[in-house]
T-cell receptor, first 113, second 112 residues
């Protein structure tokens, strides 16, 4: 059973461009979570989604950031008009729900130049 | 979710047991204790979780006190590859699931 797959592993964008980060959950997992880790800082929750629904977006910045988890295909974290402060590692996790543990991918490292 | 308190760092000799403490004195009855670790800048790795009984798997053991106000993660024979940041997290359960809130964790350094 493949783990959580994130791509790309590394992404470089210029200021003002858009970044799209993809996450394919583990097979049978319908719950997806996105986290951000700034350099030398801890993991911060961003958003929790189930298929086609956003359940908790309390950690999402109010502007430029959006997330979706469509009925078919991977979950997408989209950052519009990136700024240097968006440079970070973005981790995705999935679970089947309930008290099952979250399983994390190895992240996408976004660098904004 | 209840907050947890962990020591900022610990050292352990290679081959010895590593005992990582966690205080969660405000834990509620429906909250589980989860342990994760993050090695360098990889994704967090799930280790173990429990509600009130002690738990053991191939990676570690989790000892939860009877009053559930604290717990200890035990790595029975630490190796250099166990050097990582270890996170103790309490997580409320709903029928659907819930997010994990990470604190600062404990930096475990395993030394030869």
């Amino acid at each position: 059973n493949a783990g959580v797959m994130q791509n790309p592993r590394h992404l470089v964008r210029r200021r003002g461009q858009e970044a799209r980060l993809r996450c394919s959950p583990m097979k049978g997992h319908s719950h997806v979570y996105w986290y951000r880790q700034l350099p030398e800082e801890g993991l911060k929750f961003m958003v929790y989604l189930q298929k086609e629904n956003i359940i908790d977006e309390s950690g999402m910045p109010k502007e430029r950031f959006s997330a979706e988890f469509p009925k078919e295909g991977p979950s997408i974290l989209r950052i519009q008009q990136v700024v240097r402060g968006d440079s970070a590692a973005y981790f995705c996790a999935s679970s089947p729900g309930g008290n099952s543990p979250l399983h994390f991918g190895n992240g996408t490292r976004l660098t904004v130049t | 979710d209840a907050k947890t308190t962990q020591p900022p760092s610990m050292d352990c000799a290679e081959g010895r047991a590593a005992n990582l403490p966690c205080n969660h004195s405000t834990i509620s009855g429906n909250e589980y204790v989860y342990w994760y670790r993050q090695i360098h800048s990889q994704g967090p790795q799930y280790i173990i979780h429990g509600l009130k009984n002690n738990e053991t798997n191939e990676m570690a053991s989790l000892i939860i006190t009877e009053d559930r106000k604290s717990s200890t993660l035990i790595l029975p024979h630490a190796t250099l590859r166990d050097t990582a940041v270890y996170y103790c997290i309490v997580r409320a359960q709903t029928a659907e699931g819930n997010k994990l809130v990470f604190g600062a964790g404990t930096i475990l350094r395993v030394k030869s």
